[in-house]
């Protein structure tokens, strides 16, 4: 009984998310039980259109496209200051196609390792809490940026260019904030360290590749989701089978949770009736601070059914982004990696990244409030 509790805690603290959607949808099942509406909950397209993004990512990431691509990169940095805008600049515009989570993933374990040599510890911690906004930043830029962007864009029928327009301004004042505060960091001297790596396989480079380009025909509503489900699938049980045991999973289902916690609560008259009224007129405020307390993934699918200016959703979801460690799961992956590495100091890193984030947080949304 103490192991099954132990477990149960170690799975919590690693899927909080996942526990809190699973019980929210459990609680209103109660209420509404299921009945033959359920079906109608679930966004098929959407669930498709993650798995596939997340297999084909992870076998570009195998292929060593990144890690090639970054080392040249990183090696013209010469000292902190400047290296710590690369990274950042290279989250930024990374995230807009492979995911802000791809791109922490790929990027803050290199900076831990080229950071091993630089005795100060606060520049370590402030390069990667600025890397981890400039990701946050980017992934606001187009539909398959992050996963709460791919579902509004299928949920409200936007354009790439309804993505464009609402969030560049927002995208380019926030990059512009974190590259000025890599102004506080010094011109100490730095240089990469040698990694073992075995290059870019170029042959998994372009089936890869083609599989990602894919994905997007089926994002941008070319290819229809069940073809792109079965193409996918097929290519990677043939040329690598280990792709799908990274898949996030969990984060599929975090989804299924949200989408029938979120279809019960609209078929419950007084609580649809009060989250219209809260909702409408209010989106931008409204999921900005929803995304402080339950992350902007499940803001997202949680509000989106009390609005019709899904612009306005996404724009205040992206910007929730921003703020406490838990706005955004992508800032997650970073603590976590931080928090493994040796000589961490976690409350330092906490201060830092709420003082940057909060930061640029208030200047994007003043000026949102001021131009809307």
Known sequence: MR??????????????????????????????????????????????????????????????????????????????????????????????????????????????????????????????????????????????????????????????????????????????????????????????????????????ALLYGALFVVCLLSVFRVVPDLILLAVVTVVVLIADRRLLFKVDYALLATFVCFFIFVGNIARIDAVNSFFSHVVTGRELVVSVLLSQVISNVPAAVMLAGFTDNGTQLMLGVDIGGLGTIIASLASLISFQFYRKAEGAKTGRYMLTFSVVNFSVLAIILTMELLIG
């Open 3 to 204: 192991r099954l509790g132990i477990k149960a805690s170690a799975f919590f603290r690693a899927q909080p998310v996942l526990v809190i959607a699973f019980a929210a949808a459990l609680v209103t099942m109660f209420i509404i039980p299921p009945d033959r509406h359920y079906g109608g909950y679930i966004n098929r397209t959407v669930l498709i259109q993650l798995f596939a993004l997340m297999a084909s990512i992870a076998g570009l990431r195998e292929a060593g496209i990144f890690d090639s691509a970054s080392d040249v990169l990183i090696r013209r940095a010469g000292n902190v200051r400047r290296l710590a805008a690369v990274l950042a600049l290279l989250c930024f515009f990374s995230s807009m196609l492979v995911t802000n989570d791809v791109a922490l993933i790929t990027f803050v374990p290199l900076t831990l390792l080229i950071f091993r040599n630089i005795p100060d510890e606060k520049n370590r911690i402030l390069t990667i809490v600025l890397e981890t906004a400039a990701a946050n930043l980017g992934s606001m830029m187009t539909p398959v940026g992050n996963p709460q962007n791919l579902y509004i864009y299928d949920e409200f029928g936007l354009t790439a260019l309804d993505f464009v327009k609402a969030a560049l301004p927002a995208g380019l004042l926030g990059i512009v904030c974190v590259l000025l505060i890599t102004l506080f960091l010094p011109r100490e001297k730095c240089a990469a360290e040698e990694r073992q790596s075995g290059g870019t396989d170029i042959k998994k």
